[in-house]
């Protein structure tokens, strides 16, 4: 019980002068991007994917060097291989588009502090976070001027016997990334970020393993799924569906896709002196 209440007092006795704690909130602008099975090979062709994304963020900063960042972010991805320079992914001719909504905790790191008072030299700096989010997505396709949900189709078999079952459509991701913040007034600040998200799934995508032959399909998971699962007739102009062998390879199952966003920020720092943990750190140790 001793240790206990050494301990106790240890931490409510902290100087508040160790800390500089304060809140803030924030909105972003910027773009979000994909990477996976759909990838055109050459990289600027990836900025035709680019898609717009918004977000907010609420921090705790708690000291010069580190914040505790809430973030929400909303946007979307898209996939075509009709973007590709290589052959056999034009014939291939699959696409997909998501929208994503993103809720994360990251921890921030300024690598150079970070203070918005304007006495402190410490009003720009590069950081670095990292954290976990949970994310939402829904890959769908168009077809015959019509936008399809994939996944409650099962377009490689999901669902049925001796296959995977359906991929959950509400994921868990680790964001990692870096930016610059700097200064603009005593209660603004501005900055620039990239966020990369690794994912725990290969089907943002709604692509991933092995083609399923397609009567098997068909006779499965229904005509559209068969249809959507393999699409390189489209390409070709024949109007009979091709029907790749169960088995044969239609993606990178080994390779999890991710994605991306580049954000610009906004921030309103609400200063103060934020949580006090002690009144002083001149208390003498209590005796028992």
């Not at 909504?101 to 918005?116: Q, R």
Request: proline share 3%.
């Amino acid at each position: 019980m001793k240790r206990i209440f050494l301990a106790l007092f240890f931490l409510t006795s902290l100087s508040y002068t160790s800390f500089s704690q304060s809140m803030e909130v924030g909105a972003q602008l910027g773009v979000m991007g994909y990477t996976g099975d759909l990838d055109p090979k050459e990289f600027s062709q990836h900025f035709a994917n680019a898609r717009g994304a918004v977000g907010l963020h609420l921090k705790y900063n708690v000291n010069d060097l580190f914040n505790v960042r809430l973030n929400f972010l909303k946007g979307s991805v898209i996939g075509r291989d009709s973007l590709s320079d290589e052959e056999w992914q034009k014939r291939r001719n699959l696409s997909f588009e998501s929208g994503i909504t993103e809720f994360a905790i990251m921890i921030e790191n300024n690598f150079l502090g970070f203070n918005i008072d304007e006495n402190e030299n410490k009003t720009f700096t590069p950081y670095a976070f990292a954290g976990i989010a949970v994310y939402r997505f829904n890959p769908r396709t168009l077809y015959q001027g019509v936008y399809h949900d994939l996944q409650p189709l099962g377009t490689e078999g999901q669902g049925l016997p001796g296959f995977d079952d359906k991929y959950s459509l509400t994921q868990i991701a680790v964001p990692l990334g870096g930016g610059i913040k700097m200064r603009l007034t005593d209660k603004l600040s501005i900055g620039l970020e990239v966020n990369s998200r690794f994912l725990f799934t290969d089907y943002l995508d709604d692509l991933s393993g092995t083609y399923v032959a397609y009567e098997e399909l068909m006779a499965g998971n229904g005509e559209l799924a068969a249809r959507l699962a393999n699409r390189e007739h489209e390409f070709t102009g024949i109007d009979t569906p091709y029907s790749q062998p169960t088995g044969e390879i239609r993606g990178k199952a080994d390779v999890n896709d991710y994605y991306m966003s580049a954000m610009f920020s906004l921030s309103y720092h609400f200063k103060g002196s934020g949580l006090k943990f002690g009144r002083s750190n001149q208390i003498g140790c209590p005796t028992f």
